[in-house]
């Protein structure tokens, strides 16, 4: 098994930063990919970036259009750890954040866990 622990979430102003750590632990073989995503009141959890953690396009990220230019992912091989840092934030901003990654758990068998954390709460105010 595979878990996942965000960290980072908080209160901050609009404009504000923070910055929220991933760290993967557990049956861990290789990661694939990591990914944050958001849920806000009401509303479905979508997608905010992901970051390719190994294979021929290791470190290329991907972020959807709301956040570019403010947010970026980063990674730590080493600790297994994913970084999202939020910058410029904005009261629309808000929501519980989630961690994602697909964890390859066998070291001989093409088995995989699609591993979530438990979710860390961002608040920006206006």
């Known amino acids: 098994q595979v878990q996942l622990v965000e960290s980072g979430g908080g209160v901050v102003q609009a404009g504000g930063s923070l910055r929220l750590s991933c760290a993967a632990s557990?049956?861990?073989?290789?990661?694939?990919?990591m990914g944050w995503y958001r849920q806000a009141p009401g509303k479905e959890r979508e997608l905010v970036g992901t970051i390719i953690v190994s294979g021929s396009a290791e470190g290329r990220v991907d972020l959807v259009e709301s956040v570019k230019g403010r947010f970026t992912i980063s990674k730590d091989s080493a600790k297994n750890t994913a970084y999202l840092q939020m910058n410029g934030l904005k009261p629309e901003d808000t929501a519980v954040y989630y961690c994602?990654?697909?964890?390859?758990?066998?070291?001989?068998?093409?088995?995989?866990?699609?591993?979530w954390g438990q979710g860390t709460q961002v608040t920006v105010s206006s």
């Open positions: 994602n990654a697909v964890v390859r758990t066998s070291p001989t068998l093409n088995r995989h866990q699609n591993a």
């Open positions: 557990g049956s861990i073989f290789g990661i694939n990919v």
